[in-house]
């Protein structure tokens, strides 16, 4: 039986009719930039977030960015992230002429350890991005604390609808950050039909600075106050995903459940280390990341078998090509470096059944002689 590591057209299936009429609307309405669409939900993912003010963007790089420029982040100076992410983390940094600083991570969690953020801190610090990895929440309120007041952009991208718990109140991923950011590629939980970002603050003038960010740096046509970027969401983007919307506790709670499922079928595999999800959080799963010391070799047996698996990250940002102008040498994030040898990311998504998930469990144990 083959299992695909995601499967849209199996998603598709089951909401066929919504995100069709949703986006029939907008074609009849021929209203393709911002609008209606766009502002409802807008309104919806801040009341998700539980703040006050969201910005849809063309994408979620362009959130992170966008970000970072609001918060006046430009030319010599630095922010503090983690290597151990997508690239859009690190490169929307450089790319506002910044200079990214990289330190490990927790190796249970795979985020940011707040403990190695202390020092790196330096007089041309001004912002630090902590980054949801895999679907739970980074400890932002830690990650605040050593912040030393600076600015913390929350990296959302894999975590829309995650909580975590602060201080014995519920904290939905975005809300406790500076500035949230979003994306709604289509393999995330909450997944458009194309691009799509977003940024969620509780800050009004960082609000404002974001709505002009997007549109050129303008809030009123021809009259720009800053020099911004096109960097708008799509109105049919905005149909798909407000009619996706409503599902996306369900899905996220059946990717919860594989998850169960995965963990009680590798409770015997010492070979196996299952994801570990830290108390305070409650996950969506945007991946399920096991941790195995013959990675390759296990992911060339899976592939023989028809199943689907891949490797979020094989090689960290400090060690990229690119970025060899920093100076980063191997050893320098050794908890990032071994994560990058031994991850692999199972199908976890909320349509496999019963008999899929069998397969994939029944190959992962054949592979290990159980």
């Known amino acids: ?22 986006l029939m609307h907008v074609v009849d309405q021929q209203a393709f930039i911002l609008g209606d669409p766009v502002g409802q939900l807008e309104c919806a993912v801040a009341g998700l977030s539980q703040v006050k003010y969201a910005v849809g963007c063309a994408n979620g790089t362009d959130a992170i960015l966008l970000a970072l420029r609001a918060l006046g982040v430009g030319r010599e100076d630095e922010v503090i992230t983690t290597p151990f992410t997508f690239f859009a983390t690190g490169g929307a940094v450089h790319n506002v002429g910044a200079r990214p600083v990289f330190v490990d991570i927790d190796p249970r969690t795979f985020n940011i350890d707040p403990s190695c953020i202390p020092p790196a801190l330096g007089d041309r610090t001004r912002a630090i991005i902590a980054v949801d990895l895999f679907g739970q929440m980074a400890p932002i ?10 600015p913390v952009i929350e990296d959302a991208a894999q975590s829309i609808g995650a909580s975590r718990m602060i201080d014995g109140r519920k904290v939905m991923a975005g809300e406790a950050a500076t500035i949230g950011t979003f994306s709604f590629f289509p393999s995330k939980n909450l997944g458009g039909y194309g691009d799509g970002g977003m940024m969620v603050t509780q800050d009004e003038a960082l609000f404002e600075a974001l709505m002009k960010l997007r ?20 109105a049919l983007q905005a149909a798909v995903l407000t009619a996706k919307l409503p599902h996306l506790e369900g899905w996220s709670a059946a990717r919860r459940r594989h998850a169960a499922y995965y963990d009680a079928a590798f409770a015997d595999v010492p070979e196996v280390t299952t994801p570990f999800i830290d108390p305070a959080n409650t996950s969506i799963y945007n991946q399920y990341t096991i941790r195995v010391g013959a990675r390759d070799t296990l992911q060339a047996h899976l592939k023989a ?10 090689l960290p940002l400090h060690l990229q090509p690119c970025f060899a102008y ?16 031994e991850v692999l990311s199972l199908p976890v998504y909320p349509e496999l059944t019963t008999a899929q998930l069998d ?9 290990f002689g159980r």
Do not use: W
């Not at 039986?1 to 949703?22: E, F, G, N």
């Not at 309120?141 to 007041?149: H, N």
């Not at 549109?215 to 799509?234: A, M, P, Q």
């Open 305 to 314: 078998r028809g199943i689907g698996s891949n490797v979020y990250y094989p």
């Open 141 to 150: 309120e830690q990650v605040t604390a050593v912040a030393r007041g600076l």
């Open 359 to 367: 397969e994939v469990v029944s190959a992962v144990r054949t592979f």
């Open 1 to 22: 039986m083959a299992v695909p590591l995601l499967d849209l057209k199996a998603q598709y299936a089951t909401i066929r009719d919504d995100v069709v009429a949703a």
């Open 326 to 341: 920093l100076g980063y040498e191997p050893g320098q994030c050794p908890e990032a470096e071994r994560a990058a040898h």
């Open 215 to 234: 549109t050129h740096g303008s809030r009123r046509t021809y009259f720009h106050e800053i020099v911004g970027y096109n960097s708008r969401l799509d």
